[in-house]
């Protein structure tokens, strides 16, 4: 069943996101449009020059791995915590703090490769999984051709 | 005109000058910033720092109002973008790419950008030249499909006095013109040629080489 | 209709994973890279398609890989660029029916359109599936803390 966006309970949401790269970066965008509080964390301040202003300007930059920085980015308010930095290791070990030491309802780590994405799983993170999502896009769509 | 050039190195500065020394308004685009800036230092083209086969990078060269957008990066598949981008995004006139690898010629021709390998061109002139010296005005025309050369016929040219029907000429091979002396006629297949005469002869490219040969050897 | 012909250009991890995937569920499956060390990527169990090592730039290397049979191209190497020309090389002088190409940069997919080449844009596909999870966890009330 498709769950339709719906911009009024997203809106809701107090969401923290860790890394401003690509997906980062349009996730802020869209919850920011979307009314929910966000909050983005990144090592360098150029990376969130893509925000839009009053984003960037209220971007936290710092080590995502000290606690200190997580908090001072609101960690301790959010409903959701998604890890999107470049580097998947990172994004699991921020999710697992968020999720046990903070106590964040859903914490998301963003693994690109696949077999370490089935790791981490078995460690109980759970994990969004860029080449699985787009996989099954396209087994989709190969499925629409061979019917 | 208003030419966009992308590309790298002094490849880039050299086609920057020939471009301005032309009167021609030219802006660089240059994916890496250091040479970018060396650019900028080195010619008074306008410089853009960015990946040319980035719409908006493109966008800020100006792409909207160029006449020209010449893809010359030392990567056959940025070339294509960046010509198909300028074409499709900004409806620029004309987009030509290099290929670094001859064998893209083809293909971008069937993808429906221009497209000219400086490999080949060096290659076919360098041939020509080596293998003939009574060779000018070598022009490749229709996207190198075609060249156009004029040739003086020698001592060694074996039909002299015989018809031009009898050499055996290729069938993509034609002698448009014959300048003997002061006089200049085109010829039929009953025109008899003559040492010394100039003639100017097209052929698609893989022809050209027999009808050289037959006009300057006689082989 | 049969099971499709699928050929994959790139064998990265989108690459590697699809061929895994659609070669378990029986598609006849044939992966290009031009590296044959990355087909380590590919599973000794469920992996049974062929590889072939070249550039898929050159015709003959999509010729050899089965190209003029083929159902549908997924392009995945790490050059978007790359991907763009592979995949309009197999739709405008192959005509190969179906041809996807994956995206890094949103931002370009409108160029891939206009060309008439289909994209998978993983970011946004995990943003799509992120913003799912989160209206999900709104709704079930974890909202609003």
């Known amino acids: 069943m498709d769950i339709v966006h719906s911009d009024a309970t997203v809106s809701r949401l107090s969401v923290v996101i860790v890394g401003c790269g690509r997906l980062g970066s349009l996730a802020a965008r869209r919850l920011y449009e979307a009314g929910s509080h966000v909050q983005v964390i990144d090592r360098s301040a150029a990376s969130c020059g893509v925000l839009p202003p009053s984003l960037a300007a209220a971007a936290r930059i710092g080590d995502p791995l000290l606690p200190d920085?997580?908090?001072?980015?609101?960690?301790?308010e959010a409903d959701c915590c998604l890890a999107a930095t470049e580097n998947d290791t990172l994004n699991a070990a921020v999710a697992m703090m968020c999720s046990r030491l903070f106590c964040v309802g859903l914490t998301l780590a963003c693994i690109a490769d696949q077999p370490r994405a089935r790791s981490y799983r078995r460690l109980g993170i759970d994990v969004l999984c860029t080449v699985e999502l787009a996989a099954a896009k396209v087994v989709e769509r190969i499925r629409q051709i061979a019917v | 005109m208003k030419a966009i050039l992308v590309g790298a190195g002094r490849p880039l500065y050299f086609l920057a000058q020939t471009f301005r020394r032309k009167d021609h308004a030219v802006t660089l685009i240059v994916r890496d910033a250091a040479e970018s800036s060396w650019l900028a230092n080195q010619s008074d083209a306008t410089v853009?720092?960015?990946?040319?086969?980035?719409?908006?990078?493109?966008?800020?060269?100006?792409?909207?109002?160029?006449?020209?957008?010449?893809?010359?990066?030392?990567?056959?598949?940025?070339?294509?973008?960046?010509?198909?981008?300028?074409?499709?995004?900004?409806?620029?006139?004309?987009?030509?790419?290099?290929?670094?690898?001859?064998?893209?010629?083809?293909?971008?021709?069937?993808?429906?950008?221009?497209?000219?390998?400086?490999?080949?061109?060096?290659?076919?002139?360098?041939?020509?030249?080596?293998?003939?010296?009574?060779?000018t005005h070598l022009v490749p025309a229709g996207n190198g499909k075609v060249t156009i050369s004029e040739v003086t016929?020698?001592?060694?040219?074996?039909?002299?006095?015989?018809?031009?029907?009898?050499?055996?000429?290729?069938?993509?091979?034609?002698?448009?013109?014959?300048?003997?002396?002061?006089?200049?006629?085109?010829?039929?297949?009953?025109t008899k040629l003559q040492r010394g005469d100039r003639v100017l002869l097209v052929a698609l490219a893989e022809s050209h080489g027999l009808a050289l040969q037959l006009l300057t050897g006689g082989g | 209709m049969r099971t499709p012909y699928v050929l994959i250009v790139g064998c990265g991890r989108l690459g590697s994973h699809l061929a895994n995937l659609l070669s378990a569920q029986a598609?006849?499956?044939?992966?290009?890279?031009?590296?044959?060390?990355?087909?380590?990527?590919?599973?000794?169990?469920?992996?049974?398609?062929?590889?072939?090592?070249?550039?898929?730039?050159?015709?003959?290397?999509?010729?050899?890989?089965?190209?003029?049979?083929?159902?549908?191209?997924?392009?995945?190497?790490?050059?978007?660029?790359?991907?763009?020309?592979?995949?309009?090389?197999a739709k405008r002088v192959f005509a190969v029916p179906?041809?996807?190409?994956?995206?890094?940069?949103?931002?370009?997919?409108r160029l891939y359109h206009d060309l008439g080449v289909e994209t998978v844009c993983p970011t946004l596909v995990a943003a799509e599936h992120f913003f799912d999870l989160l209206s999900r966890a709104a709704g079930s009330g974890g909202g609003a803390k």
């Not at chain 2, 060694?156 to 018809?163: E, K």
Request: with cysteine; glycine share 6%; charged share 25%.
């Open chain 3, 98 to 109: 179906h041809v996807m190409a994956r995206v890094y940069d949103p931002a370009r997919e």
């Open chain 3, 27 to 89: 598609h006849r499956v044939v992966v290009i890279d031009r590296n044959e060390a990355a087909f380590a990527r590919l599973s000794a169990e469920s992996f049974s398609g062929f590889r072939v090592v070249g550039d898929a730039s050159e015709p003959a290397v999509l010729r050899k890989a089965g190209i003029e049979k083929s159902d549908l191209l997924i392009t995945a190497t790490h050059e978007d660029n790359l991907n763009l020309m592979v995949a309009l090389v």
């Open chain 2, 153 to 190: 016929l020698g001592d060694s040219f074996a039909f002299a006095g015989r018809p031009i029907a009898e050499l055996g000429f290729p069938r993509d091979a034609l002698i448009a013109v014959v300048m003997r002396d002061a006089e200049t006629l085109v010829p039929r297949g009953d």
């Open chain 2, 48 to 135: 853009v720092h960015g990946d040319g086969s980035n719409d908006r990078v493109l966008e800020d060269a100006g792409a909207r109002s160029a006449d020209l957008v010449l893809a010359a990066t030392a990567n056959d598949a940025d070339n294509l973008i960046i010509c198909q981008q300028a074409r499709a995004r900004f409806a620029v006139p004309r987009a030509v790419a290099l290929v670094n690898d001859p064998d893209n010629q083809a293909i971008f021709a069937a993808l429906g950008v221009d497209a000219i390998s400086p490999s080949m061109t060096v290659a076919s002139l360098v041939e020509q030249w080596a293998t003939c010296d009574r060779v």
């Open chain 1, 69 to 76: 920085v997580l908090r001072a980015g609101g960690i301790d």
